[in-house]
């Protein structure tokens, strides 16, 4: 059993590697795998390779007791391309290094223990410009994109909360503008009906505002047609901050009326998530 990520922490960034190429397997991997890239158009995909491929590029990535593949890599720098898609030249300056380990752990590092349910961090001080992420949850989170969960846009989204020094909920190209206070009392809001059992945005989002932030935006990506549908205001927030219109972009797989829905609830599809004629 692991023990300890300690051993971890002090991993420096190695010398600048030869660029990563993406290759017909890799192209192979995107369409099956992520279905942000899917839904783009061919010019689109070509520059959703070409920003992935830097991305790993200028990142280490560290294994603790297994080696990296490139399918990994290929998820967390999706991660990172996807929440960053609308804004051109914007890098997340702030991680240098990917550690993955094989499953989740709790905040002593320890895994395997009756609270070992973190399965994403980004970190701080002495963490500062590492990332940590379970690599079982990194792959389970683009094999099910309607679950409402994915860690590596979960991380990410904290890492742009990040940007101004702070992890509060209100990143800096919201505080710096007249939307942060109609943005602030709209998640006040919405974590309230969270704790009142009245929303269908998941319970981690009511930890705080910068969990709220980070778990919303996993829904804006993941389930973008039910946000819009069932929180239009917030997701008109996201869509903003985002500058990216999902509802509209998102192809949705054929469901059966019949079948169990996709959100998870455990009810038919028809009873829960389907579109009302």
């Known amino acids: 059993m692991l023990s300890s990520l300690k051993s971890l922490f002090s991993i420096f960034l190695a010398p600048q590697t030869p ?5 017909s397997t890799h192209r192979s991997f995107l369409r099956n795998t992520v279905a942000f ?3 783009l158009s061919s010019s689109d995909q070509a520059k959703f390779e070409s920003r992935v491929a830097a991305f790993i590029q200028y990142t280490e990535f560290v294994g603790h007791d297994f080696d990296i593949n490139d399918e990994d ?4 720098a999706s991660g990172s391309v996807i929440l960053a898609w609308g804004f051109e030249k914007w890098f997340y300056v702030k991680v240098d ?3 993955l380990v094989s499953k989740s752990f709790n905040e002593h590092s320890e895994f395997g223990k009756h609270n070992s349910t973190i399965t994403g961090l980004v970190g701080t001080h002495h963490l500062s410009g590492k990332m940590i992420l379970s690599r079982a949850a990194l792959h389970q989170g683009f094999a099910n994109d309607n679950d409402k969960r994915n860690v590596a846009i979960h991380e990410f989204a904290h890492l742009i909360d990040m940007a101004d020094g702070d992890i509060d909920g209100l990143p800096r190209q919201i505080s710096d503008n007249a939307f942060a206070l109609p943005w602030l009392e709209l998640v006040s809001k919405k974590i309230r009906d969270i704790d009142n059992k009245q929303s269908d945005i998941r319970d981690y989002g009511a930890t705080n505002n910068a969990e709220f932030f980070s778990v919303a935006t996993e829904y804006f990506f993941e389930r973008p047609k039910l946000l819009k549908r ?3 205001e917030l997701y008109q927030s996201l869509e903003n901050f985002y500058r990216q219109n999902r509802a509209d972009i998102q192809k949705t797989a054929r469901i059966r ?5 996709p ?4 009810k038919r599809y028809k009873r829960c998530c389907e579109p009302s004629t």
């Open 19 to 23: 660029p990563f190429e993406i290759v």
């Open 37 to 39: 890239y899917r839904d």
């Open 73 to 76: 890599k290929l998820l967390v």
């Open 97 to 99: 290094t990917v550690i």
């Open 230 to 232: 069932r929180h239009p």
């Open 257 to 261: 009326r019949k079948a169990p829905c």
């Open 263 to 266: 959100c998870g609830s455990g």
